[in-house]
């Protein structure tokens, strides 16, 4: 793409002005108050707002035990969705891509309309089978596996299967769009050289798909640590994840600048995680990253 | 399959259908007691119109529709608008490869991060918390969408066909009007439709970003859910679905599908 237009066109006065609005946006309303959010982490104010210089007091408030524990069970919480998100999203975008072929349209035109749904309606929806009185019980209660029904709600395993429901179609999409410009011929090559499917899977399928595989990992890694509606709407006030701290914080009274340390901090362990995360793909997968 | 392995395929289609049965067993559920006189704990009594009938009388429920309406509409013209300026601008030679870069942020901050800080920002240079804020937030998710997508699409466009047209005598404005721009079409409105979406459904950014004043139906059906369940938000879901539905089958329609996945 290097030799497009950039050699050839007259380049005017006016372009610049046109990329602008764009650019300024951006940095206006997203780098900036990031910026701005880790300053205020580092700044000590007094009561009348006057800004008395510098301070790492904030965040050696949550070098403790209680804070380190909420960031990793944040960790915890993005690791078992995405891993989970890729158990079933692999089966289910190779189906789309190969074996429903002739159906992809209709089975992706399913997936997408949830997710295209207002997402507190289906954490309605989950209220309504998780619920006590819900289906789910109703239905353990109808074949004799349940005597006492009992809420499924506000437990770690509703706050896990509302994060599968969610993330699913991000891991989906991109694997599907990276198995449907597979060749078929070379995966129908291995199996007729003898390959396992196991082998096939791991030499040809895995290497092919690394480049889906990678942005469905972003997709689903980065968001879910962050995550703070699923876990305040479905897992009630037991558990504290990132999300619940960062917004306890900075909603609260006088508390702006602990929840401002807190978030880089968070943010800081995120991008660190998701890095090394990011290179055992990059090792465990063999090969270069392909379509 | 060139092994007509029977057992992997099998096995590939129970896992495909009960992804299925999860995705959908809550949402034909909900559906299903959006129907049932009685409200929520009880069993299936008869049917009955009278949810939707209140639901559509529900002056809050306009409110925050109109709300939400105006919000992903803005943000979404907003962002296609000057994302079309950005292309604008890379069509005419500007090298803006290294600064796209800045648009890919979005997807490393998780969305709660941006709401925070957008949060403190607007305190702090006063803009008064309501629609305003909303649109100027939601935007940014729009440019984070549309940028990438459409000049993912840019870059595939012939260049010839550009060429052609700068030497047989256009001028690069009418170039991009006539050739530039109908090429990217299909992802323009594909884009738009996404960020619309996107917008419309939000919640994170309208949690922290809309004020007290303004409501919008992402925050309308959270008070409804705090206030526990009520068959009105069943039937609220079914008309969702079906607007859902008819985005879906819009994206669907267009001709050379963008690579919005």
Known sequence: MKFSLSSRSPTSQL?????????????LFFYLPLVLIAISGFVKVTETGDI??????????????????????????????????????????????????????????????PFWTNFLLHVYAWFFVLDKDGFLNLLLQNLGLVQNPTSMLNTPFAILIMMVYYYLPYMVLPLYSSLEKMDVRLI????????TWLQTFRRIMLPLTKRGLKAGFFLVFIPSFGEFAIPELMGGDKQMFVGTVVSDYILGEETGALGAAFTVLALIFMLITAGILYWVIERLIPGKTHG | MAKPN???????????????????????????????????????KEFTWKWYIELFQSEPLWDSFYNSLIVATCS?????????????????????????????????????????????????????????????????????????????????????????????????????????????????????????????DDFILSYFCAGSASQTLSLYILSMLRSGISPIVNALSAVLLVLSCLFVLILFSLKSRARIF
Request: proline letters at 5%; one cysteine or more.
């Open chain 1, 188 to 195: 129908e090559a291995s199996f007729d050289l003898g390959a």
């Open chain 2, 76 to 200: 979404t013209l907003l962002s296609l608008t000057m994302g079309v300026f950005l292309i604008f601008y890379a069509a005419q030679g500007g090298r803006i490869g290294s600064f796209l870069n800045l648009f890919y942020g979005n997807i490393i901050v998780p969305e709660t991060v941006l709401a925070v800080s957008l949060l403190a920002f607007f305190g702090l240079v006063a803009i008064p918390l309501g629609l305003t804020t909303l649109i100027l937030a939601h935007t940014v998710l729009g440019l984070g969408l549309v940028i990438p997508i459409c000049y993912a699409r840019f870059l595939e466009l012939d260049h010839r066909m550009t060429e052609a047209s700068l030497v047989l005598g256009a001028t690069p404005i009418q170039t991009f009007f006539k050739v530039t721009l109908p090429n990217l079409r299909p992802a323009l409105i594909a884009g738009g439709l996404l960020i619309f979406i996107v917008s419309f």
């Open chain 1, 52 to 113: 008395l210089g510098m301070t790492f007091d904030h965040f050696l408030f949550f070098l403790r035990p209680l804070y380190l524990k909420v960031i990793f069970s944040s960790f915890l919480l993005a690791f078992s969705n995405t891993l989970l998100c890729l158990a079933i999203a692999y089966p289910l975008a190779y189906f789309l891509a190969f074996t429903g072929k002739r159906y992809s349209n209709l089975f992706l035109f399913l997936l997408i309309v």
């Open chain 2, 6 to 44: 029977r057992l992997g395929k099998i096995a590939n289609l129970v896992l495909v259908s009960s992804t299925y049965l999860f995705l959908y067993l809550p949402i034909v559920v909900l559906l299903v007691f959006s129907f049932n006189s009685e409200g929520f704990p009880s069993p299936w």
């Open chain 1, 15 to 27: 372009p610049f002005t046109f990329g602008a609005p764009a650019l300024i946006w951006q940095v």
